[in-house]
T-cell receptor, first 116, second 108 residues
Framework: NAGVMQNPRHLVRRRGQEARLRCSPM?????VYWYRQLPEEGLKFMVY????????ESGMPKERFSAEFPKEGPSILRIQQVVRGDSAAYFC??????????????FGPGTRLTVT | TQLLEQSPQFLSIQEGENLTVYCNSS?????LQWYRQEPGEGPVLLVT?????EVKKLKRLTFQFGDARKDSSLHITAAQPGDTGLYLC????????FGPGTRLSVLP
């Protein structure tokens, strides 16, 4: 059973360009979470998605950032007109969220975005 | 907003020593998870604790969930350099929240 996959692992963008980060959840998982991590800091929640639905985007900046999890294909985190402050590691996690009270998240290896 | 605090923030010890790191909150959580993150990698789930007072062991690691389900501890016996990493706790309550982590360095 393959784990959570993220690509690309490293992404370099110039200021003003767009960044697209992809996440394929574990097989059987229908819930995806995106986090941002700055160097030497913890994980900051950005958005929680289910197939074709955004459940919680309270951690997502209001402008330039968007996320989707289509019926088919990976989840995409999109950052438009990137700025230097967007440089960070972006992690995706998936969960089965099978209905039990307790659920666990399984993380991908992350995408390291560098904005030059 | 539910928050998790972790202490200490940094810990550097010699190989063979024992240590305990803590995860605390003023809120009650349905469950709590511990993760370890190594440089350049994503966090890896170590354990989930669900019941107040629960103790789980994973080789040299012992995890405990507080009776009131507001706090947890992770104890490592005879630490090894391979234990080096960022230890994160995460709680499942009103929202799923992560603590800021304890950065552990075990020196050979």
């Amino acid at each position: 059973n393959a784990g959570v996959m993220q690509n690309p692992r490293h992404l370099v963008r110039r200021r003003g360009q767009e960044a697209r980060l992809r996440c394929s959840p574990m097989k059987g998982h229908s819930h995806v979470y995106w986090y941002r991590q700055l160097p030497e800091e913890g994980l900051k929640f950005m958005v929680y998605l289910q197939k074709e639905n955004i459940i919680d985007e309270s951690g997502m900046p209001k402008e330039r950032f968007s996320a989707e999890f289509p019926k088919e294909g990976p989840s995409i985190l999109r950052i438009q007109q990137v700025v230097r402050g967007d440089s960070a590691a972006y992690f995706c996690a998936s969960s089965p969220r099978s209905g039990s009270i307790s659920y666990e998240q399984y993380f991908g290896p992350g995408t390291r975005l560098t904005v030059t | 907003t539910q928050l998790l605090e972790q202490s200490p923030q940094f810990l550097s010890i010699q190989e063979g020593e024992n240590l305990t790191v803590y995860c605390n909150s003023s809120s009650v959580f349905s469950s709590l998870q511990w993760y370890r993150q190594e440089p350049g990698e994503g966090p890896v789930l170590l354990v989930t604790v669900v019941t107040g007072g629960e103790v789980k062991k994973l080789k040299r690691l012992t995890f405990q969930f507080g009776d009131a389900r507001k706090d947890s501890s992770l104890h490592i016996t005879a630490a090894q350099p391979g234990d080096t990493g960022l230890y994160l706790c995460a709680g499942d309550g009103q929202n799923f929240v992560f603590g800021p982590g304890t950065r552990l360095s075990v020196l050979p």
